[in-house]
Each structure stands twice: as C-alpha cells, then as structure tokens.
Antibody, heavy 119, light 109 residues
Framework: QVQLQESGPGVVKPSETLSLTCSVSGYPISSGYYWGWIRQPPGKGLEWIGS???????YYNPSLKSRVTISLDRTRNQFSLKLNSVTAADTAVYFC????????????WGQGILVTVSS | DIQLTQSPSFLSASVGDRVTLSCRASQDIAGYLAWYQQKPGKAPKLLIF???TLQGGVPSRFSGSGSGSEYSLAISSLQPEDFATYYC???????????FGGGTTVELK
C-alpha cells in the first residue's frame, strides 16, 4: 500500500522559506511517476503547486514558479518542497501526492500539514 | 490557461437521491479529467480519472461522463458518507499546468 506523509514546521515567519518533506512508503519513487505538492488555504479550494519526475521534468504552477523548488531524494524515498519569501497568503494545508503522469491525476495523497505564516 | 468551472457550488440533497455535478472547461480537454472527493480535515480521494474510469475501490454508485468541454459526476443513490466536497481536475499539456475546479459541496437537506 502506497503511503505518503508530510513533515516540516507548522509555523514559518514572513519572508522566510517554507520547507516540507514528503516521505513515501510502499513504492520506490525511483520506479516512476511524478511526485507533487498541492495546497489548500483554510476554507478554500485546492491549488496545485508543482510535480516532479526528475530534475529535467518538473512542472510548476506559473503563479508560484519564481518561488518554488521541488526536489526528489531517491535514496531516502522522499521528495521536498521549498517555497521562499512567504507571506500570510501562503498559509495553507500542504498535501503531497503521487502524480500518475500521462493524464496527471493524483492517486495517493498524504494527510496534509497545516503551515501558518506568522511572525 | 484552461479554467474549470464547477456547478452548482452547493447542492442540498437527501440520502437515496441521485445527484449530478457539473464541470465545464474553458476549452476542449479531450477527456483528461479527474474527480476527487474531500471530507473536512481529510485529503482528497481520487474517484474517477480519464473522465469515466472508476478508481479501484470506489463504489459503483459513482460514475463519470462527458466529452469535449462538458463533464459530469453522478452519484446514483447518495449515501451518508457521500456528503463532501467534490473537485474536478485537469492537466494541460501546454503550458504544463494542473488545474482544479472550484468545487461542489454536497450537503444534507
């Protein structure tokens, strides 16, 4: 059974960098598929942040592209999200998910982690 | 960029009702559409991909249909566990952007 689990700080100060890790079990990320991040501000809808297959095949939401980096660590079976220069508008629940590629639908999700941007 | 518009935003229904949720794309998306169910405090759950293919383990009362720019998710007989918010989703190949619709919340009447 594929399982994903987000981890990272629950509070980040404005202008700093939000860093999250998604640990994957039950499937080697080196075996394929994309691995992505999605966020959901409190009470609002879902926003895709980006998906990565490898460094040369990573797609980002154009509205976040200048601030986002997604990286894969195949040795640890993890992938990470870095979002810099955060503001209160980046406060959200952040989900990691497996992106099946092709049609790019998201078949396995982590439980989500709330990140609050506050001083 | 392709926009996905879901309607209605809210839907009140009773257990046993048949309901249909709509997702309209701003252009032809050739069946590249997925549907998710999200309950409060939980991650979204994939229900349907490629417009009409049921994800494994999803009850058969859920079905997807549509083509071109018009798609729908039907629930044949609402069960208590189906009251949730539903999102449609598409990935555009150029530019490479994944988009969600705004969601439809199905509430108990």
């Amino acid at each position: 059974q594929v399982q994903l689990q987000e981890s990272g700080p629950g509070v980040v100060k404005p202008s700093e960098t939000l860093s999250l890790t998604c640990s994957v079990s039950g499937y080697p990320i080196s075996s394929g598929y994309y691995w992505g991040w999605i966020r959901q501000p409190p009470g609002k809808g879902l926003e895709w942040i980006g998906s990565s297959y490898h460094s040369d095949s990573t797609y980002y939401n154009p509205s976040l592209k200048s601030r986002v980096t997604i990286s894969l660590d195949r040795t640890r079976n993890q992938f990470s999200l870095k979002l810099n220069s955060v503001t209160a508008a980046d406060t959200a629940v952040y989900f990691c998910a497996r992106d099946r590629g092709g049609n790019h639908f998201l078949d396995y999700w982590g439980q989500g982690i709330l990140v609050t941007v506050s001083s | 960029d392709i926009q996905l518009t879901q309607s209605p935003s809210f839907l009140s229904a009773s257990v046993g009702d048949r309901v249909t949720l709509s997702c309209r794309a701003s252009q032809d998306i050739a069946g590249y559409l997925a549907w998710y169910q999200q309950k409060p405090g939980k991650a979204p759950k994939l229900l349907i991909f490629a417009a009409s293919t049921l994800q494994g383990g999803v009850p058969s009362r859920f079905s997807g249909s549509g083509s071109g720019s018009e798609y729908s998710l039907a629930i044949s007989s609402l069960q208590p566990e189906d009251f949730a918010t539903y999102y449609c989703q598409h990935f555009n190949s150029y530019p490479r952007v994944l988009t969600f619709g705004g969601g439809t919340t199905v509430e108990l009447k």
